[in-house]
């Protein structure tokens, strides 16, 4: 049995160390993937904000394996664009440079965050700009080779959040008719909701286009909590995914301190390069 592929979400982790100087640290702590959040506070970077990234993500030897479209101001609480009129202008600035940085990079996986409800707009109209602009976003995806993957939040952090579950955001994929547009599974935020993980991997990890990890409760490293981390790992191999999966917990302290639990369970030491 192999165990799975972790990247480092260097939007939560490292974030000790200025965004360029995180790639490499990344790689001295024996990760060889990264992923990011929209990590500009704009849609629209200039050209050399996006190469002095891409340097620091080639140089450190590192892939880049999943990065989000821009979502708004997420430490403000947006969580997402493509479902808010007022959101859709900074979202379709954002496609083309999104889609072409990570094509730039061979990254395969791109998310876009729906958006939280809009006050006096009804759940259609919301859910029909959604697969507008999901569908500019998936046809951008696919001339970089990527595929665009949507996620469920939790209702606990993200009370504004109307995609809360898996069965909604695997709908939200189906009603795109795009191929290329896959469900994100955040094991932590589907069980924070109550779903049974196991369950969902074994009957539809052949529809993750991309997994996030973090243990329930407290969304700290795995083994911090009570999800069933050996288990999870054992039933994603069984299921044939061969993504990578993301560590998107909150660390205790530095980063470089929260990996111990890759060494302590066997089934999570051996990385694929």
Not at 176 to 188: C, E, M, R, S, W
Request: charged share 20%; aromatic share 8%; proline share 6%.
């Amino acid at each position: 049995m192999s165990a799975p592929r972790f990247d480092v979400n260097l939007s939560i982790l490292f974030t000790e160390l200025p965004l360029l100087a995180r790639p490499a640290a990344a790689a001295d702590a024996g990760f060889d993937a990264v992923e990011l959040w929209w990590p500009f506070d704009r849609p629209d970077p200039s050209d050399g904000e996006l190469d002095a990234l891409r340097r620091a993500i080639q140089d450190a030897g590192v892939r880049l394996v999943a990065l989000n479209f821009d979502a708004g101001d997420m430490a403000a609480g947006d969580r997402g664009l493509v479902s808010r009129p007022d959101g859709e202008a900074r979202f379709l600035a954002n496609v083309d440079v999104a889609a072409g940085f990570a094509g730039s990079l061979g990254c395969r996986a791109l998310n876009a965050l729906y958006g939280n409800r809009v006050p006096g707009l009804g759940d259609e109209a919301q859910r029909d700009l959604a697969l507008a602009n999901l569908s500019v976003a998936a046809a951008a995806a696919a001339r970089a080779g990527a595929t665009v993957v949507v996620e469920a939040l939790n209702s606990y952090e993200n009370p504004d959040y109307p995609i809360t579950s898996s069965a909604a955001a695997l709908e939200l994929a189906d009603r795109t008719g795009a191929p290329n547009v896959a469900f994100l599974a955040d094991l932590y935020h589907l069980h924070r909701m109550g779903e049974d993980v196991l369950t969902l991997i074994d009957s539809a990890a052949g529809r993750f286009g991309h997994v996030q990890i973090a243990d329930d409760p407290g969304r700290g490293a795995p083994g911090s909590g009570v999800m069933p981390y050996d288990e999870i790992f054992r039933r994603l191999d069984a299921s044939g995914y061969a993504g990578h999966v993301g560590l998107e917990f909150r660390p205790a302290g530095p980063a470089i301190d929260n990996f111990a639990w890759l060494k302590e369970n066997h089934t999570m030491t051996e990385r694929a390069r």
